[in-house]
T-cell receptor, first 115, second 112 residues
Framework: ETGVTQTPRHLVMGMTNKKSLKCEQH?????MYWYKQSAKKPLELMFV???????ENNSVPSRFSPECPNSSHLFLHLHTLQPEDSALYLC??????????????FGPGTRLTVT | SQQGEEDPQALSIQEGENATMNCSYK?????LQWYRQNSGRGLVHLIL?????REKHSGRLRVTLDTSKKSSSLLITASRAADTASYFC????????????FGQGTRLTINP
């Protein structure tokens, strides 16, 4: 266990549904990240939160809406997704997002399938 | 644009042999990190090497960094079946916040 948990682990949703992914870290970190991992593509950074403030939005479509109520929790709200959004969504945390020597700790991911 | 590129994309060896994976990158870095991912799971941090370091060891892992060639290698000695996983290099560039830029990874299979 890395100290980062994600729920649900698997999610199947239709294109008109609204769902949320949850991430929680028990490491006392101040930065949290959402990544998307699709088959045959490199891991893509989506959002970065540092001390609850969003510091990076990597041109992510508005159908993905992140929320960070505190440094330990991160949500990704999903609505009107497309089939190409099917992927493994990974959450990670690190000491903070400005220290360049900090490794990131990843959760197990949510396998999302959009039908 | 993609920063790290691993080579080879897939590697299959016998248990007990050494496995070497390479990573090349394009822009100047602050550090380079290697991660491991078991199938369908999250990534696990293995080792971090800073731009002013040339070699680093951790157990059966040995990482080298050649900033003049913009390349790094990960060596796993005396491989075990449990080492079967995908291995990714990720770079932290000199600018701005800690953004890890990942390569596509090397899929390593250790045959018993």
């Amino acid at each position: 266990e890395t100290g980062v948990t994600q729920t649900p682990r698997h999610l199947v949703m239709g294109m008109t549904n609204k769902k949320s992914l949850k991430c929680e870290q028990h490491l006392g970190h101040n930065a949290m990240y959402w990544y998307k991992q699709s088959a045959k593509k490199p891991l893509e950074l989506m959002f970065v939160y540092n001390f609850k403030e969003q510091t990076e939005n990597n041109s992510v479509p508005s159908r993905f809406s992140p929320e960070c109520p505190n440094s330990s929790h991160l949500f990704l709200h999903l609505h009107t997704l497309q089939p190409e959004d099917s992927a493994l969504y990974l959450c990670a945390s690190s000491q903070d997002s400005w220290g360049t020597s900090y490794e990131q700790y990843f959760g197990p991911g949510t396998r999302l399938t959009v039908t | 644009s993609q920063q790290g590129e691993e080579d080879p994309q897939a590697l299959s060896i016998q248990e007990g042999e050494n496995a070497t994976m390479n990573c090349s990158y394009k822009t100047s870095i602050n550090n380079l990190q290697w991660y491991r991912q078991n199938s369908g799971r999250g990534l696990v941090h293995l080792i971090l090497i800073r731009s002013n370091e040339r070699e680093k060891h951790s157990g059966r892992l040995r990482v080298t960094l050649d900033t003049s060639k913009k390349s790094s290698s990960l060596l796993i000695t005396a491989s075990r079946a449990a080492d079967t996983a995908s291995y990714f290099c990720a770079t932290v560039t000199l600018q701005g916040a800690q953004k890890l830029v990942f390569g596509q990874g090397t899929r390593l299979t250790i045959n018993p």
